[in-house]
């Protein structure tokens, strides 16, 4: 596990404690006038390092500084596949949503092991939870949630809540709300090792 000790206390509040270890959300980070998507487009050169330096701040990456951004963009109906963000990262992946929510769904790995009768293993039936990830929120991985399980976004333009969404005590959502989804960018913001940060810019793998 991150060593609790590089985490800011101020941040320690925000853990989901119905997940498996360590989800953080943190509604509101970020003010409501660097919300939407447009405006941040032509302002992000100005204002990335601002939101970097904050987000190191809180220890999230054991003393180490952000150094790699990944600007997304999702239109309502458009979704990513389960997925693992892989090694080459610190073990700590932070994202600030804007212009939209989103719903974030938790996979068990498949399992590499199955005997050949045994009923096989569907997406449906690795699922483990969701996160109600609002616009301005801050989501923080780490741990297990972060090496060991795979997350998604369903391609779907309206998000019905249901009892398996973990964070609704923190959101003011309740169960059975429905929200359309808008356009939603996401910054994922991590730290890459200077070694691998080398190899990437030189093209090796």
């Known amino acids: 596990m991150a ?3 590089n985490i800011a206390d101020d941040l320690k509040k925000y853990i989901v404690k119905e997940a498996p270890p360590t ?3 943190v509604p509101n980070f970020i003010t409501e006038v660097y919300r939407a998507p447009k405006p941040k487009w032509t302002q992000l050169s100005g204002r990335r390092l601002q939101n970097w330096e904050k987000i190191s701040a809180l220890g999230t990456f054991a003393g180490k500084t952000a150094n790699h951004v990944l600007v997304n963009e999702y239109k309502p109906g458009e979704g990513i596949m389960p997925h693992e963000d892989g090694p080459l990262y610190h073990p700590t992946v932070t994202t600030l949503s804007l212009g939209s929510h989103t719903l974030l769904d938790f996979y068990k ?3 590499q092991t199955q005997l050949a009768s045994e009923t096989p293993q569907t997406e449906e039936s690795r699922y483990m939870l969701s996160l109600l990830v609002q616009r301005r929120s801050l989501l923080i991985l780490q741990d297990d949630m972060y090496k060991f399980y795979l997350h998604g976004i369903h391609g779907v333009c309206e998000d019905i809540l249901s009892e ?5 005590s923190s959101t003011g959502a309740q169960v059975g709300n429905k929200l359309p989804r808008g356009t939603r960018v996401s910054l994922t913001i991590r730290h890459v090792p200077k070694v691998i940060w080398t190899n990437l810019l030189l093209g090796k793998k």
């Open 23 to 25: 989800i953080y959300y």
């Open 3 to 5: 060593n609790p000790c």
């Open 164 to 168: 398996h969404v973990v964070d609704l």
């Open 109 to 111: 790995p498949v399992c």
